[in-house]
C-alpha cells in the first residue's frame, strides 16, 4: 500500500488528548487502572482510525486525579493490520503505556454462549472507602463468592454496568477492571494489589451506555510478588466482548 493510499488518520500529526481526571475515579489512592487503559485504547483508535483488537498496557506509576495528564500516539504500522504505541504522561513522567493492536474492518462477535439473567444477580455494592471509583458502577454478584467474603475460590463473577458518560473504548477499559482483585474471595482483609500490566483481547464492539456486562474473573497464579488475574466479558446476549489478564503487584503480604 502506498503512502497515499494511508487514511488521513494515519499520516497526520495527531493532537494529544489533555484531560483530568475527576477524584471520584480513584481506587485506593489513584486513578483506576481501568479508566487509564481505557483512554490508551480510545487515543491508539483514533490515531489509527480503526477498532483496537488487542492491547497491551503496563500501569508505571499511579496516576492523580484533579491534576492534567496528556495521552499521546505514535502509529508503528499502518493499513488494514496496524501498530499503535499510545502513553499517558503527568507532570513530565510517563505514567502508563500500551501497544495497541487494530484492524481496519467491522468487528464481527463471535457466535454467543449461555449467560444467567441479569435478573439473577444480587445487588452488591464495593466499599466506596477503599474504591470511590464504585460510585460509577451498578453491580449485581453471581456465584457464592464475594470480595472480603473469606471464600474457598479465589473467583468473582457478577453483571456490572458503567453508569454514565464516557467514551465506548473507555467504558470498556473500565469494565475490564471493574472487579477487585480475585484474590480478595479467599481473604477477610483488603490488600494492596495495584494492577502494573494487563492484556486484552477485544472480540466484539465495546459495550453501549447502560448495557449490563457479566465479567467473570479468577486468579491463575500467585507467588510473593504478583498475582494474575484472568477475565472474560460477555454482553447480556451471551457474545463475548472480551478476555483479559492482568498482573497485580502485592505490596505488602
Known sequence: MSLAALPDTAIRPAPARVLTV?????????????????????AAADR????????????LAGVEPSTEVRVETAADRTGTTGSVRATLAQGGRVAAVAQVLTLGRPVRPAPPAPVPPVGDGVPFALPRDLVPFAEHLSVRALGATRPLGGG???????????????????????????????????????????T????????GPPPAAGAWVLVDQVTTWVDDDVAVDDAELRAEDGSL????????RLLAR
Not at 22 to 42: C, I, K, M, N, Y
Not at 48 to 59: D, E, I, S, T, Y
Not at 168 to 192: I, M, Q, Y
Open 241 to 248: 466482548v472480551a478476555r483479559a489478564r492482568q498482573t497485580r
Open 196 to 203: 502494573v500490566e494487563l492484556t486484552a483481547h477485544l472480540a
Open 152 to 194: 474457598d475460590e479465589p473467583r468473582l463473577t457478577a453483571w456490572v454496568r458503567v453508569d454514565g458518560d464516557l467514551e465506548p473504548l473507555v467504558r470498556l477499559g473500565v469494565l475490564l477492571d471493574a472487579l477487585p482483585p480475585s484474590l480478595f474471595a479467599v481473604r477477610t482483609t483488603p490488600l494492596a494489589v495495584p
Open 22 to 42: 475527576d477524584p471520584s475515579w480513584r481506587s485506593f489512592t489513584h486513578v483506576q487502572g481501568g479508566l487509564v487503559v481505557g483512554h490508551l485504547l480510545a
Open 48 to 59: 489509527a482510525g480503526a477498532a483496537p483488537r488487542a492491547v497491551g498496557a503496563h500501569l
